[in-house]
């Protein structure tokens, strides 16, 4: 079995207004479009993941809540309808996907053996979280490359956000050394917003552009700032400045999956390609790809520019 690749980590977040606007034919609710700059931002996604050729993706979510340990589906093909809970009147959305339990399973015992509690979902009717569904929408509508999906511990919520980063990161570690084990081809799915103030009401036509913009300037700010350090590779002050960022642009990044993400990645001190940003009910979003592919970062048992 040859060794395992990280190929490229995106943050990719997850409103299911994104999905509502393209009118899949999984998702009942018909719209009149709308968030066209992040859903052309996830054209240039799905352009790459169609060029890296992955086995497959794996996704952390902030909505699929578990508060004993961190849960792996575990199930080889789950279907069923997910329906957005804030907005069923956007998202009902019928779903199937096939799982990569092997790697689950090897993620689940790589996170143990690291001393964090760890899981397997094997529910066959359990319904999928609007967050993982829509991020895998997004980034491969197709359907065609099997998924590992994590749940979200909320470790960082109801301990300090340095304890919680910090069991994200050895999750993050447990799933780089599982990728190498299986000799998997992997792109990894950091589902999250960034900052995450938002409206407490919808407009009459939720997809009235004309009523979208940032919910509070200083999250805007604070979203141009972290971006831009993303941009030019600085991710060690992206790390450093995190905390403040949580905590003054409520930002959604708290629940690990980005740290989960490039802590797998070996924290590489690349910069970011920005794909696409722009608000939804006021929240701030962007897609932003780390190719290690196409940097040469993509082997488990290189060096990576550690952050």
Same mark, same amino acid.
Request: one cysteine or more; charged letters at 25%.
């Given at each position: 079995?040859?060794?395992?690749?990280?190929?490229?980590?995106?943050?990719?977040?997850?409103?299911?207004?994104?999905?509502?606007?393209?009118?899949?034919?999984?998702?009942?609710?018909?719209?009149?479009?709308?968030?066209?700059?992040?859903?052309?931002?996830?054209?240039?996604?799905?352009?790459?993941?169609?060029?890296?050729?992955?086995?497959?993706?794996?996704?952390?979510?902030?909505?699929?809540?578990?508060?004993?340990?961190?849960?792996?589906?575990?199930?080889?093909?789950?279907?069923?309808?997910?329906?957005?809970?804030?907005?069923?009147?956007?998202?009902?959305?019928?779903?199937?996907?096939?799982?990569?339990?092997?790697?689950?399973?090897?993620?689940?015992?790589?996170?143990?053996?690291?001393?964090?509690?760890?899981?397997?979902?094997?529910?066959?009717?359990?319904?999928?979280?609007?967050?993982?569904?829509?991020?895998?929408?997004?980034?491969?509508?197709?359907?065609?490359?099997?998924?590992?999906?994590?749940? &979200?511990?909320?470790? *960082?919520?109801?301990?300090?956000?340095?304890? !919680?980063? =910090?069991?994200?990161?050895?999750? $993050?570690? /447990?799933?780089?050394?599982?990728?190498?084990?299986?000799?998997?081809?992997?792109?990894?799915?950091?589902?999250?917003?960034?900052?995450?103030?938002?409206?407490?009401?919808?407009?009459?036509?939720?997809?009235?552009?004309?009523?979208?913009?940032?919910?509070?300037?200083?999250?805007?700010?604070?979203?141009?700032?972290?971006?831009?350090?993303?941009?030019?590779?600085?991710?060690?002050?992206?790390?450093?400045?995190?905390?403040?960022?949580?905590?003054?642009?409520?930002?959604?990044?708290?629940?690990?999956?980005?740290?989960?993400?490039?802590? &797998?990645?070996?924290? *590489?001190?690349?910069?970011?390609?920005?794909? !696409?940003? =722009?608000?939804?009910?006021?929240? $701030?979003? /962007?897609?932003?790809?780390?190719?290690?592919?196409?940097?040469?970062?993509?082997?488990?048992?290189?060096?990576?520019?550690?952050?």
């Amino acid at each position: 079995m040859s060794e395992g690749k990280i190929l490229s980590g995106f943050l990719a977040p997850h409103p299911p207004h994104m999905v509502y606007a393209e009118n899949p034919p999984q998702n009942e609710p018909r719209s009149e479009g709308g968030w066209e700059q992040l859903r052309w931002a996830y054209d240039h996604a799905r352009a790459s993941i169609e060029k890296l050729k992955p086995d497959v993706l794996l996704v952390h979510t902030p909505h699929w809540i578990t508060q004993v340990g961190h849960h792996f589906l575990g199930v080889p093909r789950l279907e069923g309808r997910s329906v957005d809970p804030i907005f069923p009147n956007l998202f009902r959305y019928d779903f199937g996907m096939d799982v990569d339990v092997e790697l689950a399973e090897a993620c689940c015992a790589e996170a143990n053996k690291l001393g964090i509690v760890s899981k397997m979902m094997r529910n066959p009717k359990f319904r999928v979280d609007y967050g993982t569904i829509t991020t895998l929408h997004m980034v491969r509508p197709q359907w065609d490359i099997p998924v590992v999906g994590i749940s &979200a511990n909320n470790t *960082p919520y109801y301990l300090s956000t340095g304890e !919680g980063q =910090g069991e994200m990161d050895i999750l $993050g570690r /447990a799933t780089r050394e599982a990728i190498r084990k299986t000799g998997r081809r992997a792109v990894l799915l950091a589902s999250n917003t960034l900052s995450h103030w938002h409206f407490h009401e919808e407009p009459e036509l939720p997809e009235d552009m004309s009523k979208e913009h940032p919910e509070r300037y200083d999250g805007y700010k604070w979203d141009m700032r972290m971006i831009e350090l993303m941009r030019k590779g600085r991710m060690k002050e992206v790390f450093e400045t995190m905390p403040q960022f949580i905590d003054e642009a409520f930002a959604e990044v708290k629940s690990g999956a980005f740290t989960w993400m490039h802590a &797998a990645m070996g924290y *590489p001190e690349l910069a970011g390609k920005l794909h !696409g940003y =722009g608000t939804v009910i006021g929240t $701030g979003n /962007a897609v932003i790809e780390w190719n290690l592919e196409e940097a040469g970062l993509s082997s488990l048992g290189a060096e990576a520019r550690v952050a």
